[in-house]
C-alpha cells in the first residue's frame, strides 16, 4: 500500500504567517476542526492501495483523530468511508463522505488537552 498524504497537521500564525507542526502524522489530512474548549480534530482520509495519485482512499480506512497535547493524535473514530469533510457542533462531529453520506459520531470530546 502507498500513503500518498501521510503528514501533519500544520498551524499559521496570523501576524508572522510562521509555520509549526500541532500534530501528525495521519494518512492524508482532509480536514481539521476545533471542538468544544478548542480541542483539535483532524479528518483523515485513510490508506491508499490505488497507485494513482488522486484516486481517493481505500473505502473504510478513513479516521477521525484527536490531537493528544504530545504532538500526535489519538484515534476517535475509525472505518469511515471516504471521509471528505467535518463539522463539529457541540460534542458531536458530522462527517461529509466522498458518496455524500453524513456520518455522525456523537461525544468525541472532553476537557482538552493542555487545559
Not at 509549526?20 to 492524508?28: K, R, S, Y
Not at 497535547?69 to 471516504?82: E, H, I, K, R
Amino acid at each position: 500500500m502507498r500513503d500518498f498524504g501521510a503528514g501533519p497537521a500544520v498551524g499559521i500564525d496570523a501576524k508572522s504567517h510562521a509555520v509549526t507542526d500541532v500534530a501528525g502524522p495521519a494518512p492524508l489530512l482532509v480536514d481539521v476542526e476545533r471542538g468544544r474548549g478548542q480541542t483539535l480534530f483532524g479528518l483523515a482520509q485513510g490508506i491508499h492501495s490505488n497507485p494513482n495519485p488522486g484516486s481517493p482512499a481505500d473505502p473504510n480506512t478513513g479516521e477521525l483523530l484527536r490531537v493528544d497535547g504530545n504532538g500526535g493524535f489519538s484515534v476517535v473514530a475509525t472505518g469511515l468511508d471516504q471521509p471528505t469533510s467535518l463539522e463539529i457542533i457541540g460534542t458531536t462531529a458530522y462527517v461529509v463522505t466522498l458518496g455524500g453520506e453524513i456520518w455522525k459520531i456523537d461525544n468525541i470530546s472532553g476537557p482538552p488537552y493542555g487545559h
